[in-house]
């Protein structure tokens, strides 16, 4: 996601390029080092490091709070209300503790107006990581959106766009069978589907 957002904005050309650097050096001061070498592609916007080895990072409590204090104001640095920044956590149920925390440390930080944060997650996935994360955001505006399964026409109409078909009615049969197994539930529905076709339990009669 950086590495695009690093792309943008040397699309954007010379002066963008300028401003971004200006932003961000303000912002992290001497420990840009930490940054480039996360996000390899800030090398565009800050320029390779100068006789500065790489930094161990050692996962001590200093150290963690360190890198979080400069993502933070990185992150700072490079979004506002004008320009905007959106992040999109998928499948936060697979996320670990250290990249909750971070996440933790971005979005409860009230000094930055500049970003939307948008996770994700399953219901059913749901594990203590995230239930704890969540508990930690009390203090945040959190809009919960929960999304229902597809209705038994519109599991008719997704299966008929996937496989071409003009009349939904012309696979009634197996999408009785996919909303039976699937509940309506647009992933499952896929995973279903690719199941079935892995397994030569879907074929294709091009004289029906």
Do not use: C, W
């Amino acid at each position: 996601a950086f590495t695009e957002l690093v792309d943008s904005v040397v699309a954007r050309g010379k002066q963008a390029v300028r401003a971004m650097r200006k932003a961000i050096e303000a912002a992290v001061h001497s420990e840009q080092r930490i940054l480039t070498d996360m996000i390899p592609a800030l090398t565009k916007i800050l320029g390779q490091p100068q006789n500065e080895a790489p930094k161990e990072f050692r996962q001590s409590s200093d150290e963690v709070s360190s890198f979080k204090f400069v993502f933070r104001m990185f992150v700072r640095a490079i979004s506002s209300p004008e320009f905007p920044i959106v992040f999109l956590m998928d499948d936060l149920h697979f996320a670990d503790d250290a990249s909750l925390d971070l996440l933790q440390s971005l979005v409860t930080d009230t000094s930055n107006d500049g970003i939307l944060f948008i996770g994700t997650f399953r219901i059913e996935k749901k594990n203590d990581r995230v239930k704890n994360f969540l508990s930690n955001l009390e203090n945040v505006d959190l809009t919960d959106i929960r999304l229902a399964g597809l209705a038994r026409e519109s599991v008719d109409e997704m299966v008929a766009d996937i496989f071409s078909v003009v009349n939904p009615e012309q696979i009634k049969p197996l999408t009785e069978i996919v909303y039976k197994q699937t509940g309506g539930n647009v992933f499952y529905i896929r995973e279903f589907l690719r199941y079935l076709q892995e397994d030569g339990l879907l074929t294709f009669d091009e004289a029906g």
